[in-house]
């Protein structure tokens, strides 16, 4: 069965059916679906994890078709809801059919081989011409449609990216398995900076940091990248440089650069119009553009979340953020300092650290029905479940015994057990010597 995940994995990330038509005629990911979903019907071993992030997903989706319902345009946002509920249903299959860490680890590092498919890939059809023209500058796009903007192309990179130093601690390959991981962040940088998408940059030099704040000697990993960098950043053609200048000087590029960057401010502020004129449920998911008349989405997902959803959809969000939290602690109580190659524990301290850089680049981005938000903390609540059932700690080593005295008797007893005081008249009545 998670082989299937994993090829549905395949299909949704890489989307072939959007590249070659003829296979969009016939309907391969929904054919692929339907026998996944055949298959999970009639496999052994399925049960449901219990947790709270499952309540707090149950939550977030109550919410979610709650506000469109109740939104007056419910039409237009219903693309939206059906695409979300699609990646419900296979956190569903997920969570209940992988319950063991070896089926955990296959599906993990499938995903991360989808990843580096899915980017070769692009980068091949880049090499051939195959880009997008936009703020004066030619951008390399993911090869398909539905994510392949620059910015979601670049946005799905960078949450990937906390899985490679997991992988790589966890050692799982061994040095085949980490020769790939170097060529796959390599070819991670490449593509982000080929996107020319300053809130991928950004949000690759914020897991940078957070990467060299874990490490040995971050002092000299730092001095690395400092030397590296202008490097990376002079190879790039004239126009990606102006581009990426614009981060801290806006007047280094068009003016359409400018513009881009203060609406990801504006989208907030948007939002929290539709959120006052619509407290309760918002105007809907999917219902930015007509609820705006803006040619646009919100390019910031605090406006988008209170904006579309309201306040049903804030307090699910919180209560999901907060069964991530709760989560993340529990994997960090198994965390053993002799043993850091730990797989599952890796696995959580890579899942904290997209889900900081799906907050941060929330800023710049519109990403709150993203699948990563549900493939992420399905893996999460997997490997919770995983650590659980560890057997407990043995400690190994022997227990010195002492002598002791009780009411006259000479026994041995733990030399850590608190040796016990008697009273004076309990002591004479059992004829133990009085203290």
Request: one cysteine or more; aromatic letters at 12%; proline letters at 6%.
């Amino acid at each position: 069965m998670h082989w299937l995940l994993i090829g549905y994995m395949f299909l949704f990330i890489d989307r072939p059916f959007e590249v070659w038509p003829w296979l969009g005629d016939l309907h391969v990911e929904r054919v692929y679906m339907l026998l996944t979903l055949a298959v999970w019907m009639v496999a052994p071993g399925k049960r449901f994890l219990p947790n709270v992030q499952q309540a707090a997903y149950a939550a977030f989706a109550l919410a979610v078709l709650f506000a469109w319902i109740a939104s007056p345009w419910n039409e237009q946002g219903q693309p939206v809801v059906e695409d979300w509920l699609k990646i419900v249903v296979f956190y569903v299959l997920l969570t209940t059919t992988v319950n063991d860490e070896r089926k955990l680890k296959i599906v993990v590092v499938g995903f991360v081989a989808v990843m580096g498919l899915y980017l070769a890939h692009s980068f091949r059809e880049y090499l051939g011409g195959r880009h997008t023209y936009r703020m004066g500058i030619a951008r390399m796009i993911g090869v398909d449609k539905t994510l392949g903007d620059p910015n979601s192309f670049g946005a799905s990179i960078v949450f990937v990216l906390p899985f490679i130093p997991a992988l790589w601690r966890a050692g799982v390959g061994g040095r085949p398995g980490k020769l790939l991981l170097l060529g796959f962040a390599g070819l991670c940088a490449l593509c982000i900076l080929l996107t020319g998408s300053r809130s991928s940059l950004l949000g690759m030099i914020v897991w940078g940091l957070m990467l060299l704040a874990r490490v040995r000697r971050a002092w000299l990993w730092a001095l690395v990248a400092a030397a590296l960098s202008p490097v990376a950043f002079l190879a790039l053609p004239e126009s990606l440089q102006n581009r990426f200048e614009t981060i801290v000087n806006p007047d280094a590029g068009p003016e359409s650069a400018r513009e881009s960057g203060d609406g990801r401010i504006e989208g907030f502020f948007k939002g929290l119009d539709l959120w006052s004129s619509s407290p309760l449920t918002g105007v809907g998911p999917g219902a930015w553009r007509p609820a705006t008349k803006s040619k646009i989405e919100s390019h910031n997902l605090y406006g988008q979340l209170v904006g579309e959803t309201g306040l049903a959809g804030l307090g699910a969000f919180l209560l999901l953020l907060g069964s991530y939290v709760a989560n993340l602690r529990r994997v960090r109580q198994y965390r053993d300092p002799e043993y850091p190659g730990d797989f599952l524990t890796q696995l959580g301290s890579a899942i904290g650290t997209s889900l900081v850089l799906l907050l941060v680049m929330g800023m710049f981005g519109h990403n709150l029905f993203r699948f990563t938000w549900l493939w992420y903390g399905g893996f999460l609540i997997i490997a919770v479940h995983c650590l659980r059932q560890r057997p407990a700690p043995v400690d190994d080593e022997p227990i010195e015994l002492v002598p002791a005295t009780v009411a006259g008797w000479r026994i041995d007893v733990p030399s850590d057990l608190p040796r016990p005081r008697l009273r004076p008249e309990t002591a004479s009545l059992l004829g133990a010597p009085q203290r």
